[in-house]
């Protein structure tokens, strides 16, 4: 909660003056929207404010849908014929009896005639221009076949409270939860071709449908703008995730179908908090190789703590780690790599790089060096937590449409050092930087599976095909955002570059190279600045697809979804 959010809201909300112009906007293209809202018991002030924030749309075009579940409710009952008479646009469908969410919402679905059909909960309420932010949406980009907006909370005394700013589609995000939410807007010819919800997805019927949608779908757009209200009231999910104990249930079931569909071998589970889900994605039946790529420089004790952890707690099978020795001059260093090649031979070599520091160089020598169809790039000062950490990689790296894999990395205190990367600001942040382990920061994003824009390389899995096709590391960049700029590059392939919390390593940062500590260090750092300012241009102008637009991309704020 940010105390400054109403204020801020009020500033950025629609004037009036703007309002009485999208009025008078004609569209080339005017969709009509079927906004269908199941009723079952709704308070009278609830269904006057949803009703009203209807009617008060400066985009006309729309049909509001009252599918009346309890209609032994009297004062409802004439609530809902006054909406009818009042306004030609407003129809009812009255139910015998309550037949659950997803049944009373599929009677309403069978009078809906629009082009798009909006979901829309009984005791919420719209800004007045929310479908004509769809409208437009819809005159610019004819292939959507689904819409969604920013939302925040309603509190009991009328307040505005908990903005949620959302990212552009996200199917890893999805897949942890259902973030799209609100107002969920599909068209109607594809909502025709889905399997209709039923009782078993009672609590996650829209998470179900934006699941089937999402397999099918063109083009999903986001309106990055707060558009939708939603109440908190004691009956609602929003106050109390134990309002529907049913639900978390039901979200597996919508998940783990939706994998089945698309033939991807994975398990669903509940995460950590309610409404969330862990997808524990199957490594092939034939494990692939893993090379684990480990670049270093004397410190052989910290090298000696990163490769221990990896022989030790790793369940994955078939991998290999390939150790990039690049200038070592410690004896001891030496004498530890002979006794790696002599007790673990057959698992660890060292490969000698004798030119000079270049991390995008290393990389490179070190993949010709590797045998594996799969790379981890690791640093030397990580040391691995999670046992099953490359059976969880590979999982997620093995489907058709991922490039790379990120991991969740802490320091030496359990601070987090990186949960994903926002490419804004000074090039690019670490989120969640030094948040405590266990604050997993705004709306819990620290703590979801999701697609980034990129990633750290300290510890990062990659397809060799991928990185052959992109050309590797650009070796422009000695130290600084290679790894920014290899992610930027898959992306491009049109490769998702996936951050999962269900690793975890610790990241004894820069232990081995140190900082940006003299003139000739930060006179490189600024060059490689210019580089990726003129590289990615496209990023730095229009934004993150992946950080809101209404996030601060100024550091150290580009860390925390800081408005």
Request: aromatic share 12%.
């Amino acid at each position: 909660s940010d105390p400054c959010y109403p204020a801020w809201f009020e500033k950025h909300r629609v004037e009036l003056g703007t309002l009485a112009k999208q009025h008078e906007t004609f569209f080339e293209y005017r969709p009509l929207f079927s906004i269908v809202v199941p009723l079952y018991k709704t308070p009278e002030p609830f269904f006057r404010d949803m009703l009203d924030s209807v009617i008060s749309q400066s985009y006309g075009r729309w049909e509001l849908i009252l599918v009346n579940a309890s209609p032994e409710d009297e004062v409802l009952a004439g609530l809902v014929d006054g909406a009818v008479s009042g306004d030609k646009r407003v129809k009812c469908v009255t139910l015998e009896a309550n037949l659950g969410i997803s049944e009373n919402t599929n009677a309403g679905l069978s009078s809906a005639s629009g082009d798009f059909v909006s979901f829309f909960d009984h005791d919420d309420l719209l800004e007045p221009d929310l479908l004509f932010e769809y409208a437009k949406a819809l005159n610019a980009h004819e292939d959507i076949d689904m819409l969604y907006c920013d939302e925040d909370k309603l509190l009991p005394d009328g307040t505005f409270a908990e903005p949620f700013f959302k990212p552009d589609f996200n199917i890893d995000l999805l897949r942890d939860n259902n973030y799209i939410c609100h107002l969920l807007t599909i068209r109607k010819s594809l909502l025709d071709t889905l399997e209709p919800n039923t009782a078993e997805y009672d609590g996650a019927q829209d998470h179900n449908m934006t699941l089937q949608v999402s397999e099918n779908a063109r083009r999903i757009y986001h309106v990055s703008r707060v558009l939708y209200h939603w109440r908190i009231s004691e009956s609602s999910t929003a106050a109390n995730a134990d309002n529907k104990p049913y639900a978390t249930q039901a979200g597996i079931r919508a998940v783990q179908n939706h994998l089945d569909r698309l033939g991807i071998r994975a398990r669903v589970s509940q995460s950590r908090r309610p409404f969330t889900y862990s997808v524990d994605y199957l490594p092939p039946e034939e494990e692939p190789l893993v090379s684990v790529i480990i670049p270093t420089k004397d410190h052989s004790d910290v090298l000696r703590t990163c490769v221990e952890s990896v022989l030790r707690k790793t369940t994955y099978a078939n991998y290999e780690i390939v150790i990039i020795e690049n200038n070592s001059v410690e004896p001891k260093t030496f004498a530890y790599y002979a006794e790696l090649e002599k007790e673990h031979g057959d698992r660890v070599r060292v490969e000698y790089w004798p030119a000079e520091f270049n991390f995008s160089k290393l990389i490179n020598f070190g993949v010709t060096k590797a045998n594996g169809d799969f790379l981890l790039l690791l640093n030397n000062d990580t040391e691995v937590i999670t046992p099953r950490w490359m059976d969880r990689m590979v999982g997620i790296c093995s489907r058709d449409d991922v490039g790379i894999v990120g991991v969740r990395l802490y320091f030496r205190d359990e601070t987090i050092q990186h949960a994903g990367v926002c490419v804004s600001g000074g090039v690019a942040g670490h989120l969640a930087r030094n948040l405590p382990k266990g604050n997993w920061g705004y709306f819990s994003l620290g703590d979801a599976t999701q697609d980034m824009s990129a990633v750290t390389a300290a510890c990062m899995m990659t397809k060799r095909a991928i990185f052959e096709e992109v050309g590797g590391f650009s070796e422009e960049l000695a130290v600084a955002f290679n790894d920014i700029d290899y992610c930027l590059k898959v992306r491009e392939r049109e490769q998702l570059v996936v951050y999962t919390p269900e690793v975890e390593l610790f990241h004894y940062e820069s232990l081995s190279r140190g900082f940006e500590s003299n003139a000739e260090k930060r006179i490189r750092f600024h060059r490689e600045v210019s580089f990726m300012n003129f590289r990615w241009a496209e990023y730095y102008v229009k934004g993150d697809p992946y950080v809101n637009p209404n996030f601060s991309t100024n550091e150290p704020f580009n860390c925390y979804y800081h408005l």
